[in-house]
């Protein structure tokens, strides 16, 4: 019987080879393509696979006659989902679930950063000046107000719950949620519960629907001192609103790990305000940078490949029409 080819495109250590192996059961070929390799050199080897993990290009996915199934490493899926030439043979999943705990310590880190001033007193250690700023501010008894109550949101949740705060997630039913909310709404409900939020963390993915949401009516409908955190996609956030908006003094601090455009060009005014927090990209960085969340991403490829060689239903499965993430 001909091998189940496979092509995997992120870096793997010899360990997670091994796993990935013992997942194929003998009946599959692994195919481990260099990063360093041009799209010339990589293209006869993805032609060659069946399943591909990772994220190949549009016009690379369409050159590919024999491909079945692509497992993303990442659980944004908009680079496919936006765009059109996607084909309807190929099924496609991706990494929902692996990075709840990176990315929830992330927003953790930068709120404290905010609320304790932490990058002015970084600031000051660089000018070798002792001086206590003063006005501080602590999470215990706030309102949060988590917009994408799903497994990013939610891991938030449980941990910024550990803080004695009040918490409000935002999705698509307002129905069975976790208990580390403790009320939930649905987009309809977000022009009322955006005044009443000390916090506001934006987890959604980029969607037809979450462009701009946050636009400057909302952003101006924000408390003068509320914290607005944003890990998901820059999209959400009208980007030049949100300049004249801190201008005016609005808003007591900022952090974005996404940007639209991203990366902001030089010179852009979000570079230089005090109160913002620019990183690029990085809350939910895997290969390279986070052996833990390597493993996870590892484990549902595992799981995945399994499933697809048992004919079974796969898990995080990517449905194109309404865009949403299965989970199984």
């Given at each position: ?240 609103a949100l300049v004249r908006v801190l201008e005016e003094g609005s808003l007591g601090g900022v952090a974005l790990d996404v940007a639209d455009p991203e990366p902001l060009p030089a010179g852009h005014p979000l570079w230089r305000m005090d109160r913002v927090i620019l990183t690029p990209h990085i809350a939910g960085l895997s290969f390279g940078y986070s052996k833990d969340t390597e493993n996870r991403i590892i484990h549902i490829c595992c799981q995945n ?24």
């Amino acid at each position: 019987m001909e091998k189940v080819k496979v092509a995997v495109l992120f870096p793997c250590d010899p360990a997670q080879k091994r796993m990935l192996e013992r997942a194929g059961k003998d009946r599959c070929e692994f195919i481990y393509v260099d990063r360093g390799m041009t799209r010339e050199e990589r293209l006869p080897l993805l032609q060659s696979a069946e399943i591909i993990f990772g994220e190949p290009g549009i016009r690379e996915i369409q050159k590919c006659p024999g491909l079945r199934w692509i497992q993303m490493s990442w659980a944004g899926t908009d680079v496919y989902t936006m765009r059109e030439g996607f084909p309807q043979k190929v099924k496609l999943t991706n990494a929902r679930g692996s990075f709840q705990a990176v990315i929830s310590e992330y927003i953790v880190a930068v709120l404290l950063e905010l609320c304790r001033n932490l990058k002015q007193y970084a600031l000051q250690q660089q000018e070798e000046r002792w001086r206590p700023l003063g006005s501080e501010t602590l999470l215990y008894g706030k309102r949060i107000l988590i917009l994408g109550a799903g497994d990013i949101g939610t891991g938030a949740a449980k941990r910024l719950k550990a803080f004695g705060t009040y918490i409000t997630g935002m999705r698509r039913t307002e129905r069975n949620f976790p208990d580390c909310y403790d009320a939930m709404i649905t987009a309809d409900g977000l022009d009322a519960a955006l005044p009443k939020a000390d916090i506001v963390i934006g987890c959604l993915p980029n969607t037809p629907e979450t462009e701009g949401l946050l636009d400057e009516r909302r952003l101006r409908a924000m408390k003068k001192e509320t914290y607005l955190i944003n890990v998901g996609r820059g999209s959400l956030i009208d980007t030049e609103a949100l300049v004249r908006v801190l201008e005016e003094g609005s808003l007591g601090g900022v952090a974005l790990d996404v940007a639209d455009p991203e990366p902001l060009p030089a010179g852009h005014p979000l570079w230089r305000m005090d109160r913002v927090i620019l990183t690029p990209h990085i809350a939910g960085l895997s290969f390279g940078y986070s052996k833990d969340t390597e493993n996870r991403i590892i484990h549902i490829c595992c799981q995945n490949l399994t499933r697809y060689l048992e004919r079974r239903e796969l898990v995080n499965l990517v449905n194109f029409k309404t865009r949403y993430v299965s989970e199984q």
